[in-house]
């Protein structure tokens, strides 16, 4: 089952310490609010996604939807680095944290009955419409609705999403929560 990937989170390492202050002077187009946040937000229009740059050398990048995304920021960073005169050695370390993902089932979801056949969830729907589905294999969370809508999050890569939409869609056949 393919699922779609709606956003990747990314830390992203260089082994260099950054003087934000003076980066942000030199560079157009950062965002700097000491008082508020103790990060550079650095938004990026193609592909369409945000950096928060860290003092210590550590970014978070957010909203990437492929890691040709992350790729691409990253060199697209590396060339505000260098106009900023900051020297980066060696190549950034990339490690995906977590993937959010969307997929769609064929068939309307017995929430009820999944919720009291399966002991890896939780369904409470005076509170959440949808039904949270935990997997060990791939580690992963859904977030299973009656429309047969599902939210997939904490996969480490998009063949995990597929493999964790399909493992839960297969569960619910099999316990028969299929309207």
């Known amino acids: ?14 082994n260099t310490k950054i003087d934000l202050k003076k980066f942000v002077k030199k560079v157009k187009g950062m965002e700097y609010n000491p008082e508020r946040f103790p990060g550079v937000v650095y938004r990026i229009r193609d592909p369409k996604l ?8 550590k970014i ?12 691409r920021a990253v060199e697209n960073l590396l060339a505000r ?5 900051i020297k980066i050695t060696g190549k950034p370390k990339i490690e995906i944290q977590n993937i959010v993902a969307s997929a769609k089932m064929n068939f309307r979801v017995n929430l009820d009955q999944l ?5 890896n969830t939780e369904y409470e729907p005076e509170q959440f419409p949808g039904l949270v589905f ?14 047969g809508k599902m939210i ?3 996969a480490k890569t998009a063949k ?10 297969n569960i619910i056949k099999e316990i028969g929560a299929v309207i």
């Open 134 to 147: 935990r997997l060990d294999q791939p580690k992963t969370v859904m977030l299973v609705f009656r429309s």
């Open 81 to 85: 680095f260098k106009e900023g005169d």
């Open 115 to 119: 919720a009291m056949e399966c002991e």
């Open 152 to 154: 997939i999050t904490g």
């Open 160 to 169: 995990d999403a597929d493999k964790a939409a399909e493992e839960t869609k």
């Open 60 to 71: 978070i990048c957010t909203g990437a939807r492929s890691e040709d995304d992350i790729k």
């Open 50 to 57: 945000a950096m928060l740059i860290f003092s210590s050398g």
């Open 1 to 14: 089952m393919k699922a779609n990937v709606e956003n990747m989170v990314s830390a992203i390492t260089v």
